[in-house]
């Protein structure tokens, strides 16, 4: 497989309503697959909304076969993958922000948020379970590793996903607009904006962001996908604060000419890494 | 003096606002405004954002002056309904306040002031009803933060889409929307009474105040930092008082807990809930 087409649904979401958010994930799907879309990722919790609070528990699903929203899901991705944004509830009913990826009728793999701000407007911490890995996984594509917001704003899960031998990062977002100044964009965009591109040239890989947009109470979502190839050029860059499918496609032979030339993977001194890291622990 | 840029980008501001506006709205089946104009600046840019994101026919203002309302402010706020083409009314509220007034001949211009805001509010909800649109606010981020406002009067509403703006913001983006020019030269005034203005009353300017409320609020500068940067320690202890003292205007009454899940502590969700 030399070419992917990534399709990247910024959605708005009813807070909430899961079967309603359901029939507009199947909408979108079927317009990614008109496209002949290989993969579409959808926002974080895009089957829930983001300021769950106290709907947490009643919004929660399992990724399997029996249950009723995931079946339509998983059902649809025998004709192309998709990283769906929902809240997990494992069999202890601890309760996760949680990316599924779902390829030919499976769940390929589940991962949980493993950040959760809960700082200045943010309280995630407070009605979630925090995620405690970060995995790579194999795709069809190549391996994938997936984050969520948060989890990027830290600099070590993208560089465990790397060196764990993700070649694509899936990024998705509930992003609150903040930081309205003088200048063309939002703060929270352009550092979001800044970070993801730095990331996909830092790790030679490519990088892609979906995040929604709509309004839940006064928070403003401002969307802006954008698909980042491994030297950090923008492949695709979708509109902001308004509903879109932004397409990318990613040449993967890209991959190995960029290492080619810049050869930084090859290179990472991981041990160097571990060994200074166990001195700081130890302190 | 630390420089303090409080420039907005008004192209953006205007997009996020407008979208604020219709999404919560028409989220809960709802396509219209009422706005209260009085012939200042805040509620001429609500009004026009309001116009801008529902179209100026789902939008009624409504102008309600007291007999010593000043007369530029009824045609201030005219010439933005016939500029805007939204719906106008006029309610003059001069008879139900009265007989309120007339019951104590001591009262003061504070309950007077209090009494004519609220009034207004009691027409505004009962227009809101009748035209079947939301109340949309019309509160500054510079009021709203130094409680320059009347409690369940003009700080009532169901939602507000310059609550996050400063004043000199506000003119900011009211230039940007071509909101006539004498609404935005003139000195902003409750209007309650002849000759009272914000500014007068305050004992400082916006432009000053909003600088140093930039510095505290946004940039989480101590008093002393901020005194520092360059302001007068005076006017930050005034400044810094005020704030602390009206933060009962800006959050629900307390609710006094007995239960296990209680109403604001632990029975937590957004209004827009389902939406």
């Known amino acids: 497989m030399m070419k992917l087409n990534l399709?990247?649904?910024?959605?708005?979401?009813?807070?909430?309503?899961?079967e309603s958010n359901l029939e507009k994930h199947?909408?979108?799907?079927?317009?990614?697959?008109?496209?002949?879309?290989?993969?579409?990722?959808?926002?974080?919790?895009?089957?829930?909304?983001?300021?769950?609070?106290?709907?947490?528990?009643?919004?929660?699903?399992?990724?399997?076969?029996?249950?009723?929203v995931f079946r339509h899901l998983l059902k649809a991705s025998r004709d192309l993958d998709l990283v769906i944004g929902f809240v997990d509830e494992d069999s202890r009913h601890r309760f996760y922000i949680a990316s599924a990826y779902l390829s030919g009728g499976k769940t390929l793999h589940v991962h949980h948020k493993v950040?959760?701000?809960?700082?200045?407007?943010?309280?995630?911490?407070?009605?979630?379970?925090?995620?405690?890995?970060?995995?790579?996984?194999?795709?069809?594509?190549?391996?994938?590793?997936?984050?969520?917001?948060?989890?990027?704003?830290?600099?070590?899960?993208?560089?465990?996903l790397w060196l764990d031998g993700a070649d694509i990062m899936l990024f998705s977002s509930?992003?609150?607009?903040?930081?309205?100044?003088?200048?063309?964009?939002?703060?929270?965009a352009r550092w979001v904006e800044g970070v993801t591109k730095a990331y996909a040239s830092m790790f030679t890989s490519f990088v892609a962001h979906a995040n929604r947009v709509g309004y839940e109470d006064g928070l403003h979502f401002w969307g802006g996908a954008a698909a980042f190839d491994p030297n950090g050029e923008e492949l695709a860059h979708g509109p902001y604060n308004e509903e879109a499918l932004t397409f990318a496609q990613l040449d993967l032979n890209q991959l190995r000419r960029t290492r080619a030339r810049?050869?930084?993977?090859?290179?990472?001194?991981?041990?160097l890494a571990m060994s200074e890291l166990q001195r700081i622990l130890q302190k | 003096?630390?420089?303090?840029?409080?420039?907005?980008?008004?192209?953006?501001?205007?997009?996020?606002?407008?979208?604020?506006?219709?999404?919560?709205?028409?989220?809960?089946?709802?396509?219209?405004?009422?706005?209260?104009?009085?012939?200042?600046?805040?509620?001429?840019?609500?009004?026009a954002l309001a116009a801008e994101a529902l179209g100026a026919e789902n939008v009624l203002a409504v102008r309600m002056p007291y007999k010593a309302s000043s007369q530029d402010s009824l045609d201030h706020a005219q010439l933005l309904i016939d500029q805007l083409g939204v719906q106008g009314k006029t309610i003059e509220i001069t008879n139900m306040v009265e007989p309120l007034f007339k019951l104590d001949p001591e009262i003061s211009k504070m309950r007077m002031g209090n009494i004519m805001a609220r009034e207004r509010m009691i027409v505004l909800y009962d227009q809101s009803e009748a035209f079947k649109g939301l109340v949309v606010g019309t509160s500054n981020k510079t009021e709203i933060l130094l409680g320059y406002s009347t409690l369940f009067g003009d700080s009532a509403n169901a939602l507000n889409p310059i609550g996050d703006l400063y004043k000199t913001q506000i003119r900011q983006l009211a230039r940007a929307m071509n909101i006539p020019a004498p609404i935005i030269d003139k000195p902003p005034s409750a209007d309650l009474w002849e000759g009272q203005t914000d500014e007068k009353e305050l004992g400082f300017t916006y432009e000053d105040v909003d600088k140093?409320?930039?510095?505290?609020v946004d940039q989480r500068y101590s008093p002393q930092e901020a005194a520092?940067?360059?302001?007068?320690?005076t006017f930050v202890e005034t400044v810094v008082r005020r704030v602390r003292r009206n933060q009962f205007k800006r959050t629900p009454p307390p609710i006094a807990k007995v239960s296990n899940r209680t109403i604001g502590y632990d029975f937590l969700y957004l209004r827009d809930w389902g939406t």
């Open chain 1, 7 to 18: 399709a990247l649904a910024q959605i708005n979401t009813k807070l909430g309503d899961v």
């Open chain 1, 26 to 68: 199947l909408a979108y799907i079927e317009q990614a697959k008109a496209e002949k879309s290989d993969l579409l990722v959808f926002p974080e919790l895009s089957l829930t909304g983001y300021v769950l609070q106290d709907l947490v528990a009643s919004v929660a699903r399992k990724p399997v076969d029996d249950d009723p």
């Open chain 2, 212 to 216: 140093l409320l930039y510095l505290l």
């Open chain 2, 228 to 233: 520092e940067a360059g302001f007068d320690e």
């Open chain 1, 262 to 271: 810049l050869p930084l993977l090859r290179d990472e001194r991981t041990n």
């Open chain 1, 115 to 160: 950040y959760l701000p809960t700082y200045g407007l943010f309280d995630e911490g407070r009605f979630f379970a925090w995620g405690d890995s970060v995995r790579a996984f194999d795709t069809r594509f190549g391996r994938v590793g997936m984050l969520i917001c948060e989890d990027f704003w830290h600099a070590s899960p993208p560089y465990l």
């Open chain 1, 174 to 188: 509930a992003s609150p607009g903040r930081g309205l100044n003088d200048k063309e964009k939002l703060e929270s």
């Open chain 2, 1 to 47: 003096m630390t420089d303090i840029n409080l420039t907005i980008n008004t192209d953006l501001a205007r997009e996020i606002l407008t979208g604020f506006i219709k999404s919560e709205i028409t989220r809960v089946g709802i396509s219209r405004a009422v706005v209260g104009l009085s012939g200042g600046l805040d509620s001429a840019l609500s009004c």
